[in-house]
């Protein structure tokens, strides 16, 4: 796996795009493996009563797939040190997630990226992430 | 959280000074530490999550440290939460859950990682209730935001990574906002709403369990009638209970179907403190797990679009 150095990283660089297929698949075993057995992450019945229009991914996913998303760019070296999310509209069971970001800048604690994770009804996810590369 | 207060009382809302009050207690009780983790930090769960997430990254199990966005999932509930220990925040969600704020959404989540949590290490959350915003018009509806922070601490009591966290709880907008594309199932059975019961479905309506009171001597009685069974005044009131209880009986309904509705399901009748019982389906909890006695307290659930029903919840132990 290739990983970036300090030295590889322009600010201003675009993170390479990435789509993800929100199956239901995908939305049920993300929440159990946060263990998170909230029904509405996988009973589509319940979701509905509440209002929804199917199983949403849930919160801690969100923050798994945007760190996902980074260290898909960076390659194993990279240290996430903070990931911030802003929350927007529910990514549903058969939307696709489609994330873009690019570097903003460097600090002392670090690079940041901004990442942003868009479904069909618009933002679910507006992230910065803060990671160190050796 | 107050008892009975008068239903009929004008003027400015006295509970958003009451829900300040609380959020201000709750805050000044500082970080407050919960269960630890049922399990260290673990490979099989570290892969797992790896593998549902679709990610190829290779640095965590080479170098036995977890992913740092599984911080919260060493310390989730499970299916069947047992012994859970309250924290400051479920207050401040229960007193907005009863007073109609029964909508909910998280807007922010926030996380530092000081280090990657090890493998072996079995981390304990503390959790410390940071402020309360509102009541603020949004797009949902008008709502509080409430902000919390969670430290998890290592084997000794060192913070590993942190997270703050918003939610806005929400009051759900009746029809004539924007409704969503397509209509519910409208559910089977409707509540007889006539002169003697209007005020109990129009305070569902606005997240109140009112109860009726005798306008001249006082005493509460439900369900509602036009007659004080102890003076047999004609005069009533009503007034809003603080929407706690517990269950005083209960039966387990399997059979026969009912039109709505999926067996089994829980009907109790359930004793409230300010003195009179009340009928109600008791939910969010397996039917084996309600008991005679079981603290609960009230929650505002949509059957379809336009009927909202008084149901009950388990709540922790006053």
Known sequence: MRTLTADDVVIGAALPGLTIDLTPTLVVSTALATM?????????????????????LNILTTMGLVERYVTDWTGPAALIRRIDVKLGVPAYAGDRLSLSGAVVGREEEGFRAEVRGRVSLGDHATAMVTFTLP | MTGATPGATPGPDPAD???????????????????????????????HWLDAMG????????????????????????????????TPVDDVLAALEARGYTGVVATNCEQT????????ERLTPATRFAGLAGPKRTALGEGYFATWNVTWYADGDEPVAEMMFRVLKFRPRTRTGTAPAGRREPYPLRPAVNGDTAFFWEGVSRGELRVQSCADCGRLRHPPGPLCPHCRSADRSYVTASGEGTVYSYVVHHHPPVPGRRTPFVVAVVELPEGVRIVGNVVDCPPEDVRVGLPVRVTYRAMDDDLVLPQWTPREPR
Not at chain 1, 41 to 51: K, P, S, Y
Not at chain 2, 19 to 43: M, S
């Open chain 2, 55 to 86: 990610d190829a990254n290779p640095a965590y199990l080479d170098r036995g440290v977890a992913p740092p966005a599984m911080a919260q999932v060493w310390t989730m509930q499970g299916v069947r939460p047992r012994g859970k220990v309250s």
């Open chain 1, 36 to 56: 998170d057995f909230t029904p509405v992450h996988h009973d589509v019945e319940i979701a509905r009563a509440q209002g929804s229009t199917d199983i949403f």
């Open chain 2, 113 to 120: 990682y000081h280090r990657y949590a090890r493998l072996g």
């Open chain 2, 17 to 47: 000074d009451e829900l300040r009050e609380l959020a201000a207690k709750q805050a000044a009780l500082g970080e407050v530490r919960g269960t630890p983790a049922a399990d260290p930090v673990n490979a099989p769960m570290i892969r």
